[in-house]
């Protein structure tokens, strides 16, 4: 893996990212799928009652649906404006009450948490995109800190989908920067470099998750690409966003198709939902 991993950098990109990662998952069809598939297995595999360490929160779109389902939170992110974010939505929406503590951290070192001390984790939205080789270390974390039993839901960038997804992008990057770059970035899932655009992350593969998952004490009870049909066209996914018969079939056709073994990667993420042996 070439992504070198950076804290300081990703502080600064998530300190300066601000409010626009809280408005990343509502503003258009296809980040709209997004959320409701996360949702989906926060639905399934939360207890009301949990107590959910939730790692790279942003400014909690999931921290407010953690809250609903009765969780007890602890927020972790790297950057303070992010928490500091996070902590005024939930005011904003009259649920401090749901969260235990904001904590400055970083997912490859959870030392500040005991063994088997929460129910749940979650580490939506790509935070184990930007460690580079310490992955497995935050995976160890992880399941560290989550007791046995516990689910562990987390989604990561996928590069398979999300090349399919920016095509027209890569061919016009591949001209401006040399179709080297390009062609490192497809080989490798290493977003490095001027392509990168100042947003370095590595995008998985299924297989390559799924092997850093079977080094863990876990077993994988769900995965999940997060969108497959609207990928595709804009103009239908328009259509079928005014018309709420539509809009609810798709959701389900989402649902099914994105979990089936040929679509987990071909999404622009990819959500896999464990459980601690
Ligand atoms: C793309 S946002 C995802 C926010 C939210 N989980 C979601 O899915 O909507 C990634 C978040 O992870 C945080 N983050 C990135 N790297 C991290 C790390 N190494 N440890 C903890 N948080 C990290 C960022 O500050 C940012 O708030």
Not at 20 to 36: D, G, H, P, T
Request: aromatic share 10%.
């Amino acid at each position: 893996m070439e992504v070198q991993y950076d804290a300081e950098y990703l502080k600064r990109y998530y300190d300066a990212y601000g409010m626009k990662e809280w408005y990343r998952l509502e503003r258009n069809a296809e980040a709209k799928v997004s959320f409701f598939l996360h949702q989906h297995y926060l639905l399934q595999h939360i207890q009301r009652g949990y107590r959910v360490l939730e790692i790279g929160a942003g400014p909690g779109r999931f921290t407010l649906e953690l809250a609903a389902l009765g969780a007890k939170i602890v927020v972790l992110d790297i950057s303070p404006e992010q928490l500091r974010l996070n902590k005024r939505k939930m005011e904003q929406e009259a649920q401090l009450h749901a969260v235990e503590q904001w904590v400055e951290g970083d997912v490859t070192d959870l030392s500040a948490f005991s063994a088997a001390e929460f129910d749940a984790v979650v580490c939506y939205g790509g935070p184990l995109s930007y460690v580079g080789a310490a992955a497995p270390k935050a995976l160890t974390e992880m399941f560290r800190v989550v007791r046995a039993d516990g689910p562990v839901l987390l989604s990561v960038m996928s590069l398979l989908g999300t090349t399919r997804r920016y095509m027209p992008s890569i061919v016009e990057l591949a001209f401006q920067y040399g179709l080297d770059q390009v062609d490192r970035v497809t080989r490798t899932g290493d977003l490095i470099g001027a392509v990168a655009q100042n947003h370095h992350c590595h995008m998985f593969r299924w297989a390559e998750l799924r092997q850093l998952l079977t080094q863990q004490p876990c077993e994988i009870i769900a995965a999940s690409a997060s969108g497959f049909l609207v990928l595709q066209d804009p103009d239908a996914n328009q259509i079928a966003e005014n018309n709420l018969d539509l809009w609810e079939k798709l959701l389900q056709w989402e649902l099914f198709y994105c979990s089936q073994p040929g679509a987990i990667d071909c999404g622009t993420h990819i959500i896999a939902v464990t459980r601690k042996l």
